[in-house]
């Protein structure tokens, strides 16, 4: 991804011949807490997310007095990481949460994961105990930089003040840079005490941490060459290419081959849905034209994407027929699940570029591939598959109809955070994105509890934007405190619950290969008995209010519009929408777990027969 502007030290500085002596100026000396605050200034970051501790409290000692850098209190150190996320991921800079050390480093531990999984920049700053005592299950010791190396680019601990400026820059760069991620700095409490001369800009050493950006143009050649003699290629797109900010190439690429795309769920956005060439979504819950476009294809190149298990279905099976171009930043991703013919490690928007003029210079000489062909069959698939939905029978309101009206309402625009559930993919499907970084969900981690505070961190990186945050009801209630946050913070979110009150996603599974056996999914949340909510349990109506927050609850069509647009008329507080929605809804396609993506037409017109293989 591109990366901001940051003081990297050089081996050499200029030299120069001073007209006069001058005396050196003695470096300033500062604590530990200190120089964090004065790097993080150094660094440009302007907003931080966190919840003070015993461990972390003299760096809180220095943020209070900060007029650069702005302190947002969460209600709770998940909400920090995720706000964190959502902050990174809407705006491409880097995004950071603060917390203690004990239970508020292991509580961030999930948000790091979430970034860790979908390639979030995110700079985590944990307090950590008396390094004297260390090792000894002092009060709130724990070991967090052990806990989290699984799930960071790298994790530092910090036991002297001096050490501050350079493992901070070191943090920032490893975070930045490469294939975006988390990392982890624990700063003793003494660390922090302490007084140190204060270096800037410090010296960084990195050994043997060098991302590759620049592909190798034997590869670029052999790859617009496998284009160049494709008759049913396909472009299969990953987050990669939003991380890389390579929206714009990708277009110019596709647009110069005339190739189909698609967009996994993590690159909702980085391809425009309105294009003639996008097929939509690849994967469990894609669209059939994008599902049995990869199938049928002869050449798949995938840009920045990883083959998750959610897109590939049974492996074996994946686009058997198609050569495979692999682009990925990082060469660990590159034939991990599936070979590569053309192996291509660098950054998206370079190598896309690359491409591109590679590509167009081959066909100079052979001249453009025929797709006609391949378009016809495509349209074919687009016309008898669209994407679309029932009403429910039992005459409650529809979640996609809701969904679709908040995407039309607010425009493309807009930023959309989702949870994870029915939710998150009927969101992706049926909101329409035209630009990047305007879809944010937890696509590998799958983090139920992600969608309020991303959205609040989204909110506050891009504040002249209108931020959604489409929830389920059994997400909203895992980080609903944040609305606490959102309202004394001036940080005005619409939150969207889509309320089928269960377990949505389980639910559907449940029905479908546990034979309707519904075991523990019923939230009791508000689902509708002779047309009035029964149990509801909470209350979001009154939740919102005692949050003070507006608070909404739609039962019935008619009165959908009419709640998005007060939602989107309301600025000075949080709003909150209660959408009590059909259970029995129930998002389609699907391919079931384990099962070859060429099922798909055989899932849509026999549910009810599956049986889990």
């Known amino acids: 991804m591109p990366t901001e502007a940051v003081p990297v030290p050089t081996s050499s500085t200029p030299k120069s011949t001073p007209a006069r002596a001058v005396t050196p100026t003695q470096p300033e000396m ?9 790097t993080l200034e150094h660094l440009g970051i302007k907003d931080v997310f966190g919840l003070p501790g015993g461990a972390i409290m003299p760096f809180y000692d220095e943020l209070m007095a900060s007029t650069t850098v702005r302190h947002i209190l969460v209600r709770h150190e998940q909400g920090a990481g995720h706000a964190a996320e959502g902050y990174a991921a809407s705006s491409g800079k880097i995004g950071v949460a603060i917390a203690t050390s004990g239970p508020g480093a292991t509580n961030l531990v999930t948000a790091i994961a979430d970034a860790h999984m979908d390639s979030v920049p995110l700079l985590a700053i944990t307090g ?5 005592s260390m090792g000894t299950d002092a009060f709130q010791e724990v070991d967090i930089v052990g806990i989290t190396m699984p799930i960071t680019k790298h994790s530092f601990l910090v036991t002297d003040a001096s ?6 820059v070191a943090a920032y760069q490893i975070a930045t840079t490469g294939r975006p991620g988390p990392v982890l700095v624990d700063v003793t409490k003494d660390a922090q005490q302490q007084y140190a001369p204060f270096i800037w800009p410090p010296k960084v050493d990195l050994p043997g941490y060098r991302p590759v950006t620049k592909a190798h143009g034997k590869q670029i050649q052999a790859a617009a060459q496998l284009l160049a003699e494709a008759k049913r290629p396909i472009l299969y797109v990953g ?3 939003i991380r890389s900010g390579a929206s714009k190439e990708l277009l110019a690429l596709a647009e110069a081959i005339g190739a189909p795309v698609v967009t996994t769920l993590m690159a909702r956005g980085a391809f425009p849905d309105s294009h003639k060439q996008h097929l939509g979504m690849p994967g469990m819950h894609g669209t059939v034209p994008a599902v049995l476009g990869i199938q049928e294809s002869d050449l798949l190149v995938s840009l920045g994407a990883r083959f998750d298990d959610r897109v590939t279905g049974k492996v074996s099976d994946f686009a058997p027929l198609a050569k495979v171009v692999h682009v990925d ?14 192996p291509i490690v660098g950054d998206a928007k370079d190598v896309i570029a690359d491409l591109t003029a590679a590509y167009d210079e081959v066909v100079k000489q052979q001249g453009k591939p025929d797709l006609s062909e391949w378009w016809t069959r495509l349209d074919a698939l687009r016309t008898q598959y669209p994407l679309g939905y029932d009403l429910p029978e039992d005459g409650q309101l529809s979640p996609q109809y809701v969904i679709q009206r908040i995407g039309e309402l607010t425009g493309p625009e807009g930023i959309y955070a989702a949870g994870v559930g029915q939710h998150q993919m009927w969101a992706a499907q049926f909101i329409k994105y035209e630009r990047p970084n305007a879809w944010l969900n937890s696509g590998g981690a799958g983090t139920m509890g992600y969608g309020l505070p991303a959205a609040m961190g989204a909110k506050v990186a891009n504040p002249d934007r209108v931020v959604w945050a489409i929830d389920g009801d059994g997400c909203f209630q895992m980080t609903n405190q944040e609305l606490a946050t959102c309202t004394i913070n001036d940080i005005p979110i619409k939150v969207a619950i889509i309320n089928n009150s269960s377990l949505g996603m389980v639910r559907q599974w449940q029905t479908l290969f546990y034979d309707g056996r519904h075991s523990f999914t019923d939230l009791n949340t508000g689902h509708l008995d002779d047309g009035a909510p029964s149990r509801m349990i909470p209350d979001f109506v009154k939740m919102a209010d005692a949050y003070g927050a507006l608070g909404i609850r739609v039962t019935k069509m008619e009165e959908v519009d009419a709640a998005i647009k007060l939602a989107l008329e309301t600025n000075d507080r949080p709003v909150v929408i209660d959408f009590v929605v059909s259970r029995d809804a129930m998002v389609w396609p699907m391919v079931p777990q384990g099962v070859g993506n060429s099922s798909v037409q055989y899932a849509l017109e026999h549910a009810p027969e599956w049986e889990q293989e």
């Open 239 to 241: 987050g990669g290419v």
């Open 30 to 38: 500062l604590t530990g807490s200190g120089a964090i605050l004065r």
């Open 329 to 342: 930043i990082d060469p660990a991703e590159i034939s991990k699940i599936r070979i590569a013919d053309v």
């Open 128 to 132: 950590q105990v008396f390094s004297t």
């Open 163 to 168: 050490e501050v400026p350079a493992t901070l």
